[in-house]
């Protein structure tokens, strides 16, 4: 009878006995966890001078690949804090440049909506002008900021701009419209009829008697000039015709163009087999469908498209941009005429500042590698004689 009453009190005993002791080893770690920690706290005692665990001084033993994956983890913390920062501070710049974009774009937009054909001649030319210029400073504007910009934001705001300066283009076509050009034929009966004060003549490269002559009629100062449809000519424009024009050259053949001046944009369409040579150009060239040409200008972009085997000279204060090409190669502007420095302080361009074997190929994706559509001319193959 008495062995039942007391076994339970000596289980009891047994297991409060066997509590404390868990209950003391647990404190005891806690205590050196804590005193771990703390050690860790104030860094001299637990890492050495290389930043390693020392155990003898800590009085507890971490391994080092947990120290080292801890730390690890803070620089990986460390680095995504920054790219994020990074991120944000671009895509506020990004933000910026898009509203400040979109505004101006509209405001000349809007300007050139009420310019129309029942607006006073006067009036137009006063508004085309501003629109011209507010353009240009808008396309200085891209150029500036096109460091930061994304590829899909920086492809739609050179879509806008080339809308809009089209969109002038047309207004004044619609409002000032150019004079056509008239052939004459020669004949020995005919007298030899001499050209207006102030025209350009496309002097023709053979001098047979059978060859006609093209007779472009001149155009005022406001209207887009420009030469379309000639083959084997020389053709020249003055600085008093080009000055801050737009300036057209479409459908040429072994044509040999100069435009001694600063015009406002350049469009080279359909060419073949020419030369091309231009002032500075206050914004941008645009080239679509160029085969087996060399063209040399400065400008503040170059855009070329579906163009082969051609030869580009530049002065560009951006970077060029290729798309649909092959066979294209680049050398620094090297051209030279009596004038060149004044019309380089009309344009606005900074001849300190050039891009020219700096070039997008909108076609070619892989980073790091060249692309197989362009090159750069070797200074052995430059060409240094114009004349």
Same mark, same amino acid.
Request: net charge positive.
């Given at each position: 009878m008495i062995a039942p009453i007391r076994r339970p009190v000596v289980r009891k005993r047994h297991n409060h006995f066997r509590s404390c002791a868990q209950l003391e080893t647990c404190v005891y770690k806690q205590t050196t966890v804590m005193n771990a920690t703390d050690k860790m706290d104030v860094g001299s005692d637990v890492f050495d001078g290389n930043g390693e665990f020392s155990s003898s001084e800590a009085g507890v033993k971490i391994p080092e690949r947990m120290l080292k994956r801890e730390q690890d983890r803070l620089e990986d913390v $460390?680095?995504? =804090? $920054?790219?994020?920062?990074?991120? &944000?501070?671009? *895509? *506020?710049?990004?933000?910026?440049?898009?509203?400040?974009?979109?505004? *101006?774009?509209?405001?000349?937009?809007?300007l050139l909506a009420g310019c129309s054909g029942d607006t006073d001649r006067t009036k137009a030319t006063h508004t085309l002008a501003e629109a011209t210029t507010r353009t240009q400073q808008l396309q200085k504007f891209l150029n500036d900021s096109m460091v930061f910009l /994304?590829?899909?934001?920086?492809?739609?705001?050179q879509a806008s701009l080339q809308k809009l300066q089209n969109n002038i283009a047309e207004k004044r076509d619609e409002i000032l419209p150019k004079t056509r050009f008239a052939f !004459?034929? !020669?004949?020995?009966?005919?007298? =030899?009829?001499?050209? @207006?004060?102030?025209?350009?003549?496309?002097? @023709?490269? &053979?001098?047979?008697? +059978?060859? /006609?002559?093209a007779v472009v009629a001149a155009t005022s100062p406001s209207e887009q000039c420009g030469f379309s449809h000639f083959e084997s000519q020389v053709l020249s424009k003055s600085r008093e015709e080009i000055h801050q024009q737009d300036v057209l050259l479409t459908h040429l053949t072994n044509c =040999?163009?100069?435009?001694?001046? +600063?015009? &406002?944009?350049?469009?080279? =369409?359909?060419?073949?087999?020419? *030369?091309?040579?231009s002032g500075p150009v206050s914004s941008s060239v645009f080239v679509d469908h160029c085969t087996g040409s060399t063209l040399t200008f400065p400008c503040q972009q170059l855009r070329t498209h579906h163009t082969t085997n051609t030869q580009v000279y530049l002065h560009v204060s951006s970077r060029a941009i290729i798309e649909d090409c092959q066979e294209v190669r680049f050398a620094p502007f090297s051209w030279t005429y009596s004038g060149l420095d004044e019309d380089f302080k009309v344009s606005g361009l900074d001849r300190?500042?050039?891009?020219w074997n700096q070039v997008d190929d909108f076609n070619w994706l892989a980073l790091g590698t060249q692309s197989p559509n362009w090159s750069l001319i070797p200074e052995a193959?430059?060409?240094t004689e114009w004349d």
């Open positions: $460390e680095r995504k =804090k $920054e790219a994020k920062k990074s991120q &944000s501070v671009t *895509e *506020e710049k990004s933000g910026f440049f898009t509203a400040t974009f979109s505004g *101006e774009r509209a405001a000349i937009e809007e /994304p590829q899909y934001v920086l492809r739609q705001a !004459r034929s !020669r004949t020995a009966n005919v007298p =030899k009829a001499g050209p @207006p004060i102030g025209s350009s003549i496309a002097d @023709p490269l &053979s001098s047979k008697d +059978s060859a /006609p002559t =040999k163009v100069r435009l001694l001046g +600063s015009p &406002s944009t350049v469009h080279i =369409k359909h060419v073949q087999n020419c *030369e091309i040579f300190t500042r050039n891009n193959e430059r060409r």
